[in-house]
């Protein structure tokens, strides 16, 4: 692969690598709600780093779903952390993971030291910028595609822990290789993490596997909610009360918006689940709709094909402004279609 990779060297990479390199203590910061490109990536710099023999924390704001606790390095992840108690020195490298923007990282993320660097790797068009060390490409499938290339590209060997964390941060956010974003060089990423002794089947069953009958009852009544927007969309939501009455947690809801795109027609997914100061809607789009676009006006963000924002408003509320927003947009793909 190494004569593939070199393709891929850029000076930001190379900033990166001297900043990781020169410091002795790396912390590593995953965004709230954490999802398997985060995880994977976090999980991934954890190993690596421990093998150059760094101290790394590894923590963000939010707890671990169950589902990727298999992770290594995830039975010290610090939740709730926050960068004022870890005593930030100038011999300390901060790194954010898939973070768009700084609000949804730890809370003093605008805290840190001067002479500390703060490095801000990340793959959503919309990235607000923020850190000293910006990275930032749209072409990737993934963070954890990011990731390897850092590592291929500084010529250290990739620990076994950490080739399965990238290739779980690469499959959760590429819709195992079905999703638009995957390109050659995604597929160049899997085939060198499986020469590392990567199994898929494994980090398949580790991940998608991983249900529970609570969770199922959930995800039960999310499907029996489901209405059809238009000719093309397809929405649902969970409210607090049915976590209780489940006994199912939040993390279980992972991945099912996209079972709505396996309707006949729905080219736009929305998965609504209240929590406890808003709403949170998960967006995915497999047609000319742009997930981010829907996002972006309820101020929020992501990419094209999946995107998610926080409505500030109660379930019947949020669901009504929603769908209402999203028939406007069908009337006026019909009224594009029909010209």
Not at 298 to 305: I, K, T
Request: glycine share 10%; charged share 20%; hydrophobic share 40%.
């Amino acid at each position: 692969m190494e004569g593939t990779v070199s393709l891929f060297r850029c000076e930001r990479t190379a900033r990166i690598i001297s900043l990781l390199s020169g410091a002795s203590r790396w912390i590593l910061l995953s965004h709230t709600k954490p999802d398997g490109d985060t995880l994977g990536c976090g999980s991934a710099l954890w190993s690596t780093g421990r093998s150059l023999g760094k101290d790394v924390v590894w923590g963000g704001p939010d707890p671990v779903p169950d589902s990727y606790l298999f992770l290594a390095g995830t039975d010290g992840f610090l939740s709730g952390v926050t960068l004022g108690s870890l005593s930030l020195d100038r011999d300390t490298v901060v790194v954010a993971l898939d973070t768009s923007t700084a609000a949804r990282s730890v809370a003093d993320l605008s805290g840190i030291p001067e002479g500390v660097p703060l490095v801000n790797m990340d793959h959503h068009h919309d990235n607000e910028g923020f850190g000293t060390a910006v990275w930032v490409d749209p072409t990737s499938s993934s963070v954890g595609e990011m990731c390897w290339m850092l590592l291929r590209n500084w010529g250290i060997p990739i620990p076994p822990e950490a080739a399965e964390a990238l290739y779980t941060a690469i499959v959760t956010d590429c819709g195992n290789f079905a999703f638009s974003c995957t390109t050659p060089r995604t597929h160049q990423a899997a085939a060198d993490l499986l020469s590392l002794g990567v199994a898929p089947e494994k980090i398949d069953q580790l991940i998608r596997c991983s249900r529970t009958m609570e969770g199922l009852r959930l995800r039960g009544r999310a499907l029996e909610r489901v209405r059809s927007v238009g000719s093309f969309a397809a929405v649902t939501w969970i409210g607090k009360t049915d976590f209780q009455d489940t006994g199912s947690s939040p993390s279980e809801t992972e991945f099912l918006v996209n079972e709505l795109l396996t309707v006949r027609s729905v080219s736009f997914a929305v998965l609504l689940v209240e929590d406890d100061d808003c709403v949170r809607a998960s967006l995915r789009s497999r047609g000319t709709l742009s997930a981010s676009e829907i996002a972006h006006a309820f101020g929020g963000g992501g990419h094209p094909q999946a995107a998610g924002c926080r409505l500030p408003l109660p379930l019947d509320e949020a669901l009504t402004s929603l769908t209402a927003f999203l028939e406007e947009k069908n009337d006026t793909l019909r009224s594009a279609a029909a010209r």
